[in-house]
């Protein structure tokens, strides 16, 4: 654990220049967004008319059906609504404020077992990852997921810190409820991180095992008891609650482990995918992944197929990898170099917790057979920046070793050609950028290698404008590429279910919007029929607070049978949508 009195006088300033950074990116121009996801915003109109539809995430308010996810994060944009209003800021800004917070529980996680300035560099990293930049502003559930996973990285770090006390042990129950949360935002998906964790406390903590496993023991529980949403559905008369959306029989077990679970994992069954867009789903709803016109990406299929290279391809490489090669090299170096330190040794420690984070998170992506979306990285953006910034700053501090300077050197070199071959993706995209982060990297590589004399800022004279510039150089060589991509991301209106950062790289997977793009515009989510169940006549589409589900249909037993087939409405005025007298004519599919 760093002592917090020996914190640098810049730490307060830089922090706060962080925390007010971050948000300009998220917030700046969010209005052009419109509704991005207008699956997830029609929920979140539902929520500002109804109790039951704000409680279980229902994309209508009379509570015809749920959305695809459990609803933490649409109670979170729900009650913003219901206080402001419903709009696109009022739903997207509490989106942008998870990023800010998160960037703050990243960098004060990372300052309990490195430097300060290490600390400072693995926010800022975070921050300017292009899937995070679009995912803060989307309202998808990956926001809320991404908080709640930090947020227990946390207090895991501060239950190690403190494991002697009682307080430790608190602590250790608070990372296992909030990673309940994490659940309750994007079920299977918070897991993630549990082996990570578990085999850090295991490891590190300064107790003894058996307190170690009753420390764990205990943080399950509380994992299971905020997850306890779950009991309510079970308990809550399914004929007076919405359909489970994604699920064949109306259970959130079978969405868990069916739809949301192992049919992404091992791609069979409804949320398996194939790369056929949004028909190959059989679930009750198609949910986010199927909507009209789009695309999801299948295991075995096309670029991304599954493999190592995923990470790599067109369409995940410019959200989440452009550091990735470098994080893999820190962590590395990282437990070489410590393989022979104690057990408590926090910086072996710090490699452990997000080398594992990164290595689970990256291998479940990489082979999930079932359906993925290149946004669902976000996970992974957390561990990289914290190894890249962790490995620089040690380097930094032992570069007066030839080794370590000639690990630099390649490092710096390997980014910056990544970095170049990542832009030259898109060949239009700020073109004389690849030459310059090219030029970058070549000229500090070259500097660390030759120079005879170690570096320092705290000199005077030539060799301090010299560090200083090597420095910058080495900055625009690792951090140019997803600057620009996040730039782009903000100055250029992205509205899709598929959230995608920058300019396109490959096939279209949603992203940028279209010219008139707009709420009127905006995709149409289809539910579809579970196999061997008998299709019903369609739903008249008109204003989901006003007209009941089914008018004009067959009655639906909601405990026994699917929803019949319906369209989840895009949100928009309701004026322009409330029919004059009686209800609007059936849509055709």
């Known amino acids: 654990m760093v002592d917090d009195s020996t914190r640098p006088r810049w730490f307060r300033p830089g922090f706060a220049a962080l925390l007010l950074g971050s948000p300009t990116l998220y917030l700046w121009k969010l209005g052009s967004f419109g509704y991005t996801n207008p699956f997830y915003a029609a929920a979140v109109q539902s929520s500002t008319r109804s109790a039951v539809a704000w409680l279980f995430a229902a994309v209508d308010a009379p509570g015809f059906i749920t959305v695809d996810k459990p609803p933490a994060d649409n109670w979170l944009m729900g009650l913003s609504a219901n206080l402001f209003g419903f709009s696109t800021w009022s739903m997207l800004v509490p989106q942008a404020l998870l990023g800010v917070a998160s960037v703050a529980v990243l960098t004060c996680t990372v300052r309990r077992w490195a430097s300060p300035g290490t600390a400072l560099a693995a926010g800022a990293l975070f921050a300017l990852t292009p899937v995070a930049v679009i995912m803060f502003r989307f309202d998808d559930p990956d926001p809320m997921l991404a908080f ?154 096309g670029a991304a197929s599954a493999g190592l290279g995923r990470m790599f391809s067109a369409q995940f490489a410019g959200q989440i990898a452009w550091l990735l090669p470098a994080a893999l090299i820190a962590l590395t170096v990282l437990l070489w170099a410590t393989r022979t330190r104690p057990r408590q040794d926090r910086l072996r420690a710090s490699a452990l917790l997000w080398g594992a984070w990164l290595l689970i998170s990256g291998a479940v992506f990489s082979f999930m057979a079932g359906t993925i979306h290149p946004y669902y990285t976000i996970v992974m953006a957390p561990p990289i920046a914290a190894l890249v910034a962790i490995g620089a700053l040690e380097a930094w501090r032992h570069r007066g070793r030839a080794e370590i300077r000639s690990v630099l050197a390649v490092t710096l070199l390997v980014t910056g050609a990544w970095n170049a071959v990542l832009l030259r993706r898109s060949p239009t995209f700020v073109p004389w950028l690849t030459w310059v982060v090219l030029a970058a990297s070549l000229l500090v590589a070259l500097v660390v290698i030759t120079s005879r004399v170690p570096m320092s800022l705290t000199g005077t004279g030539p060799r301090r404008v010299a560090t200083a510039v090597t420095m910058t150089c080495a900055l625009l060589a690792v951090t140019g590429g997803p600057a620009a991509y996040a730039v782009d991301t903000v100055a250029v209106a992205h509205s899709n279910s598929q959230a995608s950062a920058g300019p396109q790289t490959g096939p279209r997977l949603g992203g940028r919007a279209p010219a008139g793009s707009g709420p009127q515009n905006a995709g149409v989510h289809t539910t579809s029929t579970p196999t061997g169940v008998p299709a019903t006549p369609a739903t008249p589409a008109g204003d989901p607070a006003t007209d009941a589900p089914g008018a004009g249909a067959p009655a639906w037993d909601r405990r026994n049978a699917p929803p019949p087939r319906w369209r989840a409405p895009a949100p928009h005025d309701e004026a322009q949508v409330r029919p004059k007298s009686g209800p609007s004519p059936a849509r055709k599919r």
């Open 148 to 301: 709640l996973l930090l947020a227990a990285g946390y207090a895991l770090v501060r239950g190690i810190d403190q494991a002697p006390r009682r307080s430790g042990t608190w602590w250790i129950i608070a990372a296992g409820a909030l990673i309940g949360l994490g659940f309750l935002a994007k079920m299977g998906a918070a897991l993630l991180v549990v082996p990570a964790f578990v085999a850090v406390h295991l490891l590190v903590a300064d107790v003894p095992p058996r307190r170690r496993i009753g420390q764990l023991t205990a943080a399950a529980s509380a994992l299971l008891v905020s997850a306890g949403w779950f009991a309510l559905v079970a308990l809550w008369p399914a004929a007076s609650r919405p359909w489970i959306g994604g699920s064949t029989d109306n259970s959130l077990l079978q969405l868990a482990l069916g739809y949301n679970g192992l049919s992404r994992i091992l791609g069979r069954g409804p949320g398996g995918g194939g790369g056929h867009g949004a028909a190959a789903h059989t679930g009750a709803v198609s949910g986010a992944d199927g909507f009209a016109g789009g695309q999801h990406i299948g295991g075995g299929h």
